[in-house]
């Protein structure tokens, strides 16, 4: 059974950091895509970032480059997520998902409906 459980949110202050983990079981971390995915009141739930295990390559929504960065623990199973230079639009909640067993390409890495296996989320608030 695939779970993924999200921890490390809290309240910041704007330019202020974050890092959120995702503890996975009940899957080889290795295979795949991970990923961190976001939503606020009133908006769709968006990409934020990805990264294949399997060679570490990632992928980042326009809106966090140069301030978040994704890694992966592939032998603790652990799935991470350093936020720095936070601001107030990056409050929501956070939620870490799995793509098993197969990874797509990278353009659709993003797309919320190529995860299959989802977290219940850490709540990011960052005032101003």
């Known amino acids: 059974q695939v779970q993924l459980v999200e921890s490390g949110g809290g309240s910041v202050q704007a330019g202020g950091s974050l890092r959120l983990s995702c503890a996975a079981s009940?899957?080889?971390?290795?295979?795949?895509?991970v990923g961190w995915f976001r939503q606020s009141p009133g908006k769709e739930r968006e990409g934020v970032a990805s990264?294949?295990?399997?060679?570490?390559?990632?992928v980042y929504a326009d809106s966090v480059k140069g301030r978040f960065t994704i890694s992966a623990d592939n032998a603790k199973n652990t799935l991470y997520l350093q936020m720095s230079s936070l601001k107030p639009d990056d409050t929501a909640m956070y939620y870490c998902?799995?793509?098993?067993?197969?990874?797509?390409?990278?353009?659709?890495?993003?797309?919320?409906?190529?995860?299959?296996?989802w977290g219940q989320g850490t709540q990011v608030t960052v005032s101003s």
């Open positions: 998902a799995a793509a098993q067993p197969f990874c797509s390409p990278s353009y659709y890495r993003l797309r919320q409906y190529k995860y299959n296996f």
């Open positions: 009940g899957f080889t971390f290795g295979t795949g895509c």
């Open positions: 990264i294949y295990s399997a060679d570490g390559s990632t």
